[in-house]
Every structure is written in structure tokens, then in C-alpha cells.
């Protein structure tokens, strides 16, 4: 089993900055990975899949980078908005499975 | 627009089981592979099972091995995960999720169904 591990567990980041969330992978997931962000009471949303690609209707703040076992989440420009749990997912091998979550306070 | 709408959640006891249901529209179901992901209260999201386009692939988590089975009606749209032996530990919101075209990710989620394994 692939276990996912994401850092930091929480980021408090103010409006206008930047933040960087990590993602790593127990062993090398090529580019399988998505990202998804999930607000209190809502379903997780596709953010960035392939490691890289941007789902549809997502901003352009959101990017992601990475290949191998490590990867990042980089949102620029915070919004409040942006406040959530941020998850990574490998799907490069059965079983699928995420990561703990980085919760992102603005 | 494309809709998953989860339902059959509830109470049940330790031992008991459940059936849920995902009903899919605005997009052709057969095309899709799907899964189910849950989430225990205050906690991340774990995935517990798969099922390919054709339905003759199945996969699931060893947490729920042998408990559950992950079936579909392309007729009818509809995403099923029959759910036995349930647990304390099953104590979760259900979701089920799309995969994309491409495969492996989940593009599109449900808004889940609640299930409470308590005595």
C-alpha cells in the first residue's frame, strides 16, 4: 500500500500570499496524483489531477507540481475562500488513497 | 450538468447492513469508471472501493474486504455498495465519485450519504 503524507498538517497564510502544500508519496506514483479541496459540509472538489492539470473551471491561482514522490499545491494570490482541508490522492496503484489533509487558514 | 445523488444511509446495528445508492445524471454512466470514498466524522477521506466501465473489474480496500461489494445497473444509472458485517468503525459519510475520462482521479463527487453503526 502507497501511504500519502502531507505537510503541513496546518498553514495559517494571510490574504494576497502565497502557500505551498507538500504531498509526499512512500514510493514513486509517476504523475498519478490529484489534489481536492473540501469546505465544512461540502463534497471534496477536483482542484489539479495528473499532477499538474488544472480540473475545469478551476482558478489559475491553483498549480501543482511534482513527479515521482513529491508534489506540491501552490495557491497564489490567498482569497478567503481559499480557507479549507486541501487533500492529495496517488492513483497510480491499487489501492487508491489520499493523504491526511493540510487544512489552509486565511 | 452533471449530478450523483447518494441515497440509503442511516442507523443500523453492529452486525447489520445497508445498501446504498448513487444515481447518476447528465452524463453517459457506462463511460465512467466509479467509486466510493467515505469519511469517518472529523477525519480524511478514505477510499473504499472501485468499479470499472464494463463492471468486471472490482476493487476494494482491506478494510471492507469481504464485507462489501460494489455492483452497477447501467440501465439505470445507478451506482450500488452493498455494505454487511458492518462495523462501528463503518461510522461515515459515503460518497460516490466519478473518475475521470483519463482514469484514476475523482472530477466529480456525490454530496454523500450518512451511515451510523452504533448500538
Known amino acids: 500500500e502507497i501511504v500519502m503524507t502531507q505537510s503541513p498538517a496546518t498553514l495559517s497564510v494571510s490574504p494576497g500570499e502565497r502557500a505551498f502544500l507538500s504531498c509526499r508519496a512512500s514510493?514513486?506514483?509517476?504523475?498519478?496524483l490529484a489534489w481536492y479541496q473540501q469546505k465544512p459540509g461540502q463534497a471534496p472538489r477536483l482542484l489539479i489531477y495528473e499532477a499538474f492539470t488544472r480540473a475545469t473551471n478551476i482558478a489559475a491561482r491553483f498549480s501543482g507540481s511534482g513527479s515521482g514522490t513529491e508534489f506540491t499545491l501552490t495557491i497564489s494570490s490567498l482569497q478567503s475562500e481559499d480557507s479549507a482541508v486541501y487533500y492529495c490522492h496517488q492513483y497510480n496503484k491499487w489501492p487508491y488513497s489520499f493523504g491526511q489533509g493540510t487544512k489552509l487558514e486565511i | 450538468e452533471v449530478q450523483l445523488m447518494e441515497s440509503g444511509g442511516g442507523l443500523v446495528h453492529p452486525g447489520g447492513s445497508l445498501r446504498l445508492s448513487c444515481v447518476a445524471s447528465?452524463?453517459?454512466?457506462?463511460?465512467?469508471?466509479m467509486n466510493w470514498v467515505r469519511q469517518a466524522p472529523g477525519k480524511g477521506l478514505e477510499w473504499i472501493s472501485y468499479?470499472?466501465?464494463?463492471?468486471?473489474?472490482?476493487q476494494y480496500a482491506d478494510s471492507v474486504k469481504g464485507r462489501f461489494t460494489i455492483s452497477r445497473d447501467i440501465a439505470k444509472n445507478s451506482l450500488y455498495l452493498q455494505m454487511n458485517s458492518l462495523r462501528v468503525e463503518d461510522t461515515a459519510i459515503y460518497y460516490c465519485?466519478?473518475?475521470?475520462?483519463?482514469?484514476?482521479?475523482?472530477?466529480?463527487w456525490g454530496l454523500g450519504t450518512p451511515v451510523t453503526v452504533s448500538s
Open positions: 514510493q514513486s506514483i509517476n504523475s498519478n
Open positions: 465519485a466519478r473518475e475521470g475520462i483519463s482514469g484514476g482521479f475523482f472530477d466529480f
Open positions: 447528465g452524463f453517459f454512466f457506462s463511460s465512467h469508471e
Open positions: 468499479i470499472s466501465r464494463g463492471d468486471s473489474t472490482t
